[in-house]
């Protein structure tokens, strides 16, 4: 049993170097790359007890378990951008240290270092396990659940060695500790080993994943959602018979901002606008770049008339502030065009089809200004967009 935790601990602390390696900022797995081979280094003094050197490998090895668990704690705290206090850290084999060399009873008797240790232990893996739930808040990867499941339910049976230490003591011969129980508890802990190794590289993996989706959702310069997570996420919302206002946002006169002023220029306005109109969001609403200067926001449970109101608001905000750039300051202002799913259904093609001629209305009306969707209004300008332009010439009949 020994021999295979040492192995164990021993491969998965390689895996977890080299995650570490490829990708310093996994910092969680140089910490439970320490843990697995302190942990490695303690079972190999567990197995050389028949040996004697009590010093070593009882003193020493018990120091050790209980420092490889602060660092997988460590781990922990850092995966989930916690701080990992030294204090914290150094408690537990500081305890153990000071227990093992000035408490001759924890010296002497196998039975009182077991109930030492385990309250060390218990103390980690419980916190571990509280740690890793209230992560799920702010990160709720999947895995997450049974990785605290793993860590409570070992510190619960880990904590069991105490009354049994009490109630039915260990005997201690050629070096070691032996029991019925004894045996059972270090099973669990053999398997215990596997599971949380296990636990931290899916960890590890399902973050990755989770980054990824989160970056394939994300408009790279502005940091909102971009055309397609908004389009899922409205699909989502109108197959539910969400009710709601569509608003299609686009910054007057952008080409002229980008010729006068530089295209650094103009990726600062659509930075601003994007910040600007991010801190006024309601709850629920969807807000994304559509492409180039055009955004789009969906307002759940927002009639037209309310929507209109809000829209507003947003358009006097966009239009007081001012972007600063190389010493001067743009101005910029925004056109609304509004459509509401009561009046145009829950078919987005359509709803965005309404509002953008609104939008296209609100332009040839002078811009700045909000313009709400008319289902003559939609024929309109649909009307108007297909209208040849004018040649000026005639032809005689």
Request: proline share 3%; hydrophobic share 50%; charged share 15%.
């Amino acid at each position: 049993m020994m021999i295979c935790t040492f192995l164990s601990t021993m491969v998965v602390g390689i895996f977890m170097l080299q995650v570490w390696l490829t990708d310093r900022r996994h910092t969680a797995a140089g910490y439970w790359c320490l843990s697995m081979w302190v942990g490695s280094l303690c079972t190999l003094l567990y197995a050389l007890r028949p040996m004697g050197l009590p010093m070593l490998t009882v003193g020493f090895s018990n120091m050790l378990a209980a420092l490889g668990y602060a660092l997988m704690w460590a781990g922990f705290r850092v995966f989930d951008r916690r701080p990992a206090y030294l204090s914290v850290v150094l408690a537990g084999p500081v305890l153990w240290c000071l227990a093992y060399l000035l408490v001759p009873q924890v010296t002497d008797d196998v039975n009182n270092r077991i109930i030492v240790s385990s309250v060390i232990i218990t103390a980690y893996s419980l916190w571990m396990g509280i740690d890793i739930l209230r992560g799920r808040s702010r990160e709720p990867l999947p895995t997450r659940t049974m990785s605290a499941v793993f860590f409570l339910s070992h510190a619960i049976i880990y904590s069991l060695r105490i009354p049994m230490a009490l109630l039915f003591p260990a005997s201690f011969a050629y070096g070691t500790a032996y029991s019925a129980w004894f045996a059972v508890f270090s099973l669990e802990l053999f398997a215990h080993t596997i599971l949380a190794a296990v636990a931290m590289l899916v960890l590890i993996k399902e973050r990755g994943e989770a980054l990824y989706r989160q970056a394939s959702r994300t408009d790279a310069l502005t940091g909102i959602a971009n055309r397609g997570s908004f389009l899922e996420d409205m699909q989502a919302r109108l197959s539910r018979r969400a009710q709601g206002t569509l608003m299609v946002f686009d910054l007057d006169r952008f080409k002229t901002i980008n010729d006068s002023h530089g295209h650094v220029a103009g990726d600062m306005v659509l930075k601003r606008f994007s910040e600007q109109v991010s801190v006024l969001l309601e709850e629920g609403m969807l807000f994304s770049r559509f492409g180039g200067e055009e955004f789009a926001l969906f307002a759940p449970r927002h009639e037209i008339d309310r929507a209109q109101e809000f829209a507003e608001m947003l358009r006097a905000a966009v239009a007081a502030m001012s972007v600063a750039c190389e010493g001067r300051q743009i101005g910029v202002s925004v056109s609304i065009g509004l459509a509401d799913v009561a009046t145009f259904g829950a078919n987005f093609d359509r709803l965005h089809s309404a509002a953008d001629n609104a939008l296209y209305a609100a332009k040839e009306a002078g811009r700045n200004r909000v313009m709400r969707a008319t289902p003559g209004g939609v024929l309109a300008g649909l009307a108007e967009r297909m209208r040849p332009p004018a040649t000026g010439i005639s032809i005689a009949s």
